[in-house]
């Protein structure tokens, strides 16, 4: 009901349609019109009201609402349903439980805040408001050993939405960092983390059930919201453009970039994902730092293999290969 009112006012935006229109075109009275334009305004929206006009959208929120950016979707998966929410523990943790229940793949969860958002290797996301807190269910048919190639997938995704909508050169850090800097800042000024992206699954011997796919964006944020030990290698996409981006505009081009990788993956394998991701690499060719478990290894990131395992040639002229971890570039 709330959406056909919307989409009626968004059809002759900043022009005026009466409350009577309203209520023949939707078939409610004209006091639940008001109301509903009420509830619109809560969420956001800039509407006029004038007793003889009647209403005008003059502007749309910028809370990630499932009407916005269902509104002109081009995806055939992605956020076919979508959840929102001002505030949650973790979008990742009811993915699960959505995903558990047998809910459909390309499901979506968002949140414009998280209370306990989690971060790779058991760490806290922070998650202030004008970021996208997002999580993706998908089914594929993957063993559980594959499913880092999901992530890859959904940082590819997510770099090339960053390249295309705003011209940055978006790279990843292995595993799954995406990192940008400022297009106007000197080419020493080191490359910082924009995204994060944690997957969980529920698998049975062979089997992948489901994957949920958490994805963490710094749109909108004023880095000073994040902890002290994180300003140095953070960053935002508001502060390295100095604008505001638009919210809804980035999480649709997202979904639709990372869908097409997954279809490309679902059409074609892993090899071409793999291509890609080499070619937008922080970290080949670079000195670098893992620390994978007990393990620390120093040297030259020389490949990434096609389980996703980072290659390093340490000094003395050996291959170690990691599966999973941190990597620092030197
Ligand atoms: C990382 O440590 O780099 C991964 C961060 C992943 C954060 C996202 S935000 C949406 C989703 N919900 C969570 O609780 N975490 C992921």
Redesign the pocket.
């Known amino acids: 009901m709330r959406e056909r009112i919307l989409n009626l006012l968004y059809q002759r935006k900043k022009e005026y349609i009466s409350g009577e229109e309203l209520s023949q075109k939707v078939g409610i009275s004209r006091t639940a019109i008001w109301k509903h334009i009420q509830a619109l305004k809560r969420e956001g929206y800039k509407i006029n009201s004038q007793k003889r006009s009647g209403y005008s959208l003059i502007s749309i929120s910028d809370l990630l609402l499932p009407y916005e950016i269902e509104r002109d979707l081009k995806t055939k998966i992605l956020g076919k349903k979508i959840y929102h929410f001002k505030e949650i523990g ?4 009811l993915a699960i439980e959505l995903a558990q229940k047998g809910i459909e793949e390309g499901t979506i969860v968002i949140a414009e805040t ?1 209370t ?6 058991g ?1 806290e ?1 922070s ?1 202030p408001l004008g970021g996208l ?3 993706i269910i998908l089914r594929p048919e993957i063993l559980p050993t594959q499913a880092p190639r999901m992530t890859v997938i959904a940082a590819l995704g997510v770099a090339k939405t960053i390249r295309k909508l705003y011209f940055l050169k978006a790279l990843i850090k292995w595993p799954n ?1 995406v990192l940008i800097r400022s297009p106007i800042t000197d080419h020493r000024s080191p490359f910082k983390k924009v995204c ?3 997957t969980e699954m529920g698998a049975e011997q062979d089997t992948v059930n489901y994957v949920v796919i ?3 964006v710094n749109l909108n944020i004023d880095i000073k919201k994040f902890p002290v030990e994180f300003r140095k290698n953070t960053t935002s996409l508001e502060k390295e453009l100095g604008r505001k981006i638009d919210r809804v505009e980035f999480t649709k081009r997202m979904l639709k970039e990372i869908e097409n990788f997954y279809l490309l993956f679902k059409k074609r394998g892993f090899a071409p994902i793999l291509k890609e991701w080499k070619k937008i690499s922080a970290t080949l060719g670079k000195g670098v730092k893992a620390v994978s478990g007990r393990r620390i290894i120093e040297g030259k990131a020389i490949d990434i293999d096609s389980d996703g395992a980072l290659i390093i040639e340490t000094k003395e002229g050996k291959q170690e290969k990691i599966l999973a971890g941190d990597v620092t570039l030197l």
């Open positions: 973790s979008t990742n943790d998280q306990k958002g989690k971060g790779r290797l760490r996301w998650s807190w997002l999580s960092d994060g992206i944690l958490g994805i963490g």
